[in-house]
């Protein structure tokens, strides 16, 4: 066990939704845990020996819990299966400390927080630190139907339900909330912020809606994975071994954005590196892996290509 691994046992397990449960983690031997902030995840090691990264959604200032919310993926690769069918009250789990890379910014005077479904969780725990705070915030709240909303409970109660907004869309895109209202005028580093968690599809919508904010004010959760944009990021080829077709990956593009700007089909969903959806095969080239998925031994021959890049020349794809 490393110095950034913790054993913690699961105190207790809890039905929020429809094939959403909840687990509350603490140290086996009463100790205080890594303190954390709002936003931040650790990684969990499940059953199957699957690593993957949960948001901590209960309030910052406690020290002696973990609380984390899995979505049960019925046509994942196994990771929220294994925790979820596997896990119960009383067995002990490795986790990592806690990470962030989607904290609150303390100088902005106002937050919108926009959640979808499962990405309720790093937004929950910025409410309650904002609302222990005084500070001011509202939270959209989108999912499919009210049996799919986890903490909704909590939410419809006080301090929480004047400042929260739930729309359920029954899956009808003529039904889905329009948030351009409430994006239509930017905000700023000082002002407002945005912080928004959910489906690739909502993260999407928010992107082109706040083209014209400061790119400082509007903040996506990547669950953790090294998404980048990194300064030494540089252009670079996928080939494809089917056709033999030559793709250029530029900055700030994906392997998988350029793929479907193309019009080549690959299974995703998460677009952060963290459920194992897009994972291609690897002929040639040296990858430069930044998802949570990927088994060491699966490194030399797989690649997320939502995420991953090249470190340099031209990677050739089982495509």
């Known amino acids: 066990m490393s110095l950034d691994t913790l054993i ?8 929020l939704a429809h094939n959403i449960r909840s687990f ?7 100790q205080d845990l890594p303190a954390f902030s709002a936003g931040a995840h650790i990684r969990v090691k499940t059953p199957s020996g699957a690593v993957r990264a949960y948001s901590l959604c209960n309030d910052p200032s406690e020290t002696h819990r ?4 899995v979505q049960r993926e019925g046509r994942g690769r196994g990771g929220s299966l294994s925790l979820v069918d596997g896990v119960k009250a009383g067995d002990l789990i490795e986790v990592g400390t806690p990470r962030n890379q989607f904290s609150l910014d303390e100088r902005a005077k106002e937050f919108l927080l926009i959640a979808g479904g ?4 790093p937004l929950l725990a910025m409410a309650r630190q904002l609302e222990s705070q005084g500070r001011r915030y509202r939270l959209i709240y989108l999912t499919r139907e009210a049996r799919n909303t986890a903490f909704r409970e909590i939410l419809s109660q006080a301090p929480f339900d004047a400042r929260v907004r739930m729309h359920h869309d029954g899956g009808d895109p003529a039904r889905a909330l329009d948030l351009w209202p409430l994006l239509e005028k930017p905000g700023s580093l000082q002002s407002l912020q945005v912080y928004c968690c959910g489906p690739a599809g909502l993260m999407d919508a928010v992107r082109d809606m706040t083209g014209h904010w400061p790119a400082s004010a509007v903040h996506f959760e990547s669950f953790g994975a090294d998404t980048g944009p990194h300064d030494e990021d540089q252009p670079f080829e996928v080939q494809l071994q089917g056709s033999g077709e030559v793709l250029e990956v530029p900055v ?12 080549i089909a690959v299974p995703f969903s998460c677009e952060s590196g963290t459920c194992g959806s897009c994972k291609t095969g690897l002929i040639e080239g040296e990858p430069d892996h930044r998802d949570l998925v990927l088994l060491e031994e699966e ?4 690649i997320m290509v939502c995420v991953s890049r090249a470190h340099g020349g031209r990677l050739v794809l089982d495509l």
């Open 8 to 15: 913690l046992r699961v105190t207790a397990v809890e039905d």
């Open 24 to 30: 509350e983690l603490r140290h086996a031997e009463g």
């Open 66 to 69: 973990y609380l984390i919310a």
């Open 118 to 121: 499962i990405g309720i969780t």
């Open 252 to 263: 700030g593009s994906s392997i998988l954005q350029t793929l479907r700007n193309h019009g």
């Open 299 to 302: 490194k030399s021959n797989r």
